[in-house]
């Protein structure tokens, strides 16, 4: 049984309308979610380029809500200044581009921000044994990082619990978020086994409906869980 | 005596205003210029991430002006096809990066678009003596790339000149374009060493003045040249 | 004490005579081997190169046996369609080399292969844990990777049997698979510790004796196991 | 006009038969080529991966021409010693991938071989001036490389005619050979710009006929150049 | 209750003054103290360049200790054996540096030498699992690997301490070293927690003493633990 | 006929005694060299590792003299900030690794050193063409750089002759430094071919004579030129 911590919801933009960037945060915001968050990709820890600190700035400067940015990147180390600078609240970086792990967590609080990482599919959660009472947050893929709109991989949701289940033995305090094919049917699964922040991109971001639609049958598909 | 083309002029989203991009994009057209271009930035070629094909949709959805993406990355011919079907008109890499640069003009090609190859400062003009009348165009870097709002580098005037003298020579329809610190003063230096189009990226976008008025000084400046 | 599976022998063509490569393949079918293994090196995650695809397609030509085609490179995911399409039936990659191994299992099965992971001999089975129930193979190598020949190390056997027990209690059905210095005398004990599928490259192909012989040898030390 | 040296034929294996490398080997010594090249490619420096010094080995037992190894590999210099000691009479690196390029000429010859220089399509012959009198072979690549039965790049025939005229007028003896895309059609043309030596992949090795007729066919076209 | 070994101190030479190399090791010599260690940094693996073999060869003519090379490096494969020419004893190697570490194990000792392996701080134990019985000595750091004179980070006592029981249950002789941020505060909870060497750089050699001194009130910190 | 620029020495202090560095560095001062150079290797530009920052601080505290860094590592971009504090007057990177030359220059310059950029054997002087008018120093290798007591290479000659000529048709002032196999014999050469920096490693630091003498021998030998 589950401690009852709030859950979140983080609108991811990679599915947003980026010609109207500044519009879609707001329409975010106004539905009532928790954070934004920003997926950077640089085409080398990821087949995909997607955005910078530029986009960041532009988001920083059209919401009062934090802003995560997560770095699909190889090398994160060079721009923690630069994602600090760009206005961003939280820090996500791979375990697997930091050999020096604990060096960049360590970066990203003396920039006064707060520090995450983040874990493929595969890759098991007791590589951040000796790293984890460090991190505000824990970011489970639900997909392999690198486009919006892929189907949820049900094999990650053992892996949710058995990392809820450490932080809770160890009285860690840190987020446990998950990104990747989260929508109405998975979301009440990965809250079921112990995530309280959920990325969602296209089940958000889709141009089939509003912002606060999409926002709104989301957290009706949680109200039970 | 340089041959009586048209100069052209292309504004840069690097300095322009992401919350609202397709907006910036329509001003630009309005203000009559001839090309968008895109800095693709991959924080490995150059020190700075960017944007990638995404934004190039978002800009292909608001304007119908032929855009240019400009790949300052590295290992860019995996990502040739991801920018063609983005909706580039122009693909430009660079010299520094390929290794295979005929190999990959062949690949913006058979993908249907303009071939350009761009050159870095310190590259000299004859790196691409065997590969020049395959080439739709030739960027000459006139600041390092990776950030946008640097100073001119009056040392690249005559090397834009020795270009312009061999398409000359050998007959050559190919665009030499020139990007960095172009302005009102440095403009008509370049076209009159010999380029043909001129990317503009603050010089345009600067939250000082309209783009329309932007636009309209730069054309003021190139009237005499 | 291990379920009753069948034990399978793979010759590995890396100790065969290249320059007849088609009889060689021929021989060990003939025997009445299980696979053939082919691998694949490229110098750059291992200090050798052997061969690609094109030496998959002659293979495939040559037999109706399954092919493994064991990717000890790096980046693999750029050369999964070329195996698949040369020829082979499974493809095994490492898991130090694939920072997202969901994905390219994925792109493999996608390919309509079975997946492989081959896991070094300093690399803990536990890295398998989250990707393991998606295998169809999981590949223990028993020396370093790079070059025939090489000596069995005997610290391989107690991670054999502690990746046995995971197959057996998460009812996994999942090959077993060994690779390097299988001989007469290691041949028992890696089965005796639970694999059911053994690489064998000079044991087979070694110049002292006809394949039929080699195999006959090693089929009569599986014998009493 | 060009000195009157004999022009040799050069097969590749890279389209020859792999499951009877030492009959296809044996069938072109019969018709009376000068060497055989083997390709040499790590899937790095380019987009495919074919053979390493096990091939040379087997192609060494099969034959007494002179062997050529072409490294289309980055890194060579790991790999010198070898293909020195599988047999290989001339070792070809890539200009591209060596920015120590005199250390690994030297290394070439201090282990006994005939040490040659490729350019791709793209680069310009006065990147070898420095090491030029140092060579034994220049291989100017017609196609790119990476793959067998590419079409012939005429702009490469300017090229050969400015490396031809730089030999003779620094009287230097080094071997013009050339690689991609050689046919009955193309074969002239090299010739006739200056190459000396002709590597041929699938003009030779194409199951539509004997490797005999084909090298006759070839040299008939060259009968009268 | 932790075995009776005794504590060796280890100072590192990274704080040492560079000018008068000899002398600070024979100060330390002097001192009584057990190994000098060489902090060799490559500016890849970790954010800074200090010294290689030469250095070595200076500190093995200045005194008779054991020499400890701790290679922060990348592909240190290439330099195992320029180390043990140089004269180090002990040759310490990253986990996060070697996908093949059983590999660089072997080649370690085969140049006859002691063979160590260095886990970062964020680095968990039983990534060791299967090499620990091959190893002469673990290196735990107790801070990111880069630089002189950083702060002790206490989340790495109980991973110290894992270490030790692994080590005491698997009855295994390997010396346990620690390295980072080590004074007189520290060296207590650390040998308390399992370590049996001490590397020292700023508490040994830091211009405020004497090297005798420094290492007597180490000494006199360790006495009562 | 070359203008009578004053000859430099300039030892290397690669080959000194490492174990006695301020003292060697003294009595080169003593000696009247005009400079100290500092053979910063990474071991992964070239195949050695040497020294960093530390021992650039350790000349600095025991001369006058400039210093000047000459880095052999790529990347360099990362380590201008950290050699320029150490106490370098020169850094001297090398074109091979530099795509972004001309930023770096401007980096270093910035730092408020002088720039200098360093060309392998191979490398022909036109690559420097449009970087030559901002350069301090041009460095001519006159063997590989990697390794101290290497044999230098006459096919240098020419291309020191050839730079000479365009610092002098530029009128550019600008230093024309060698590196690599000077002694009293080769070091009339390359004077007489344009030199006027000589750097001199194991002429000056050999053990078989003071550094005065050898010094002194080096002077004699170009008394004459």
Known sequence: PQSPVAIGLVPSILSADFSRLGEQVREAEEAGVQRIQIDVMDGHFVPNITMGPLIVEAVRRSTSLPLEAHLMITNPEHYIEAFARAGADVIIVHQETCPHLHRIVQQIKEAGKQAGVALNPSSPVWLLEDILSLLDLVLIMTVNPGF??????????????????????????????????????????VVRAGANLLVAGSAVYNGRESVAAAVERLRRALAFT
């Open 148 to 189: 919006g709109g892929q189907e949820f991989i049900p094999e990650t949701l053992p892996k949710i619990a058995r990392l809820r289940q450490q932080l809770t033995e160890r009285q860690l305090h840190c987020d446990l978020e998950v990104d990747g094919g989260i929508n109405e049917h998975t979301a009440p699964l």
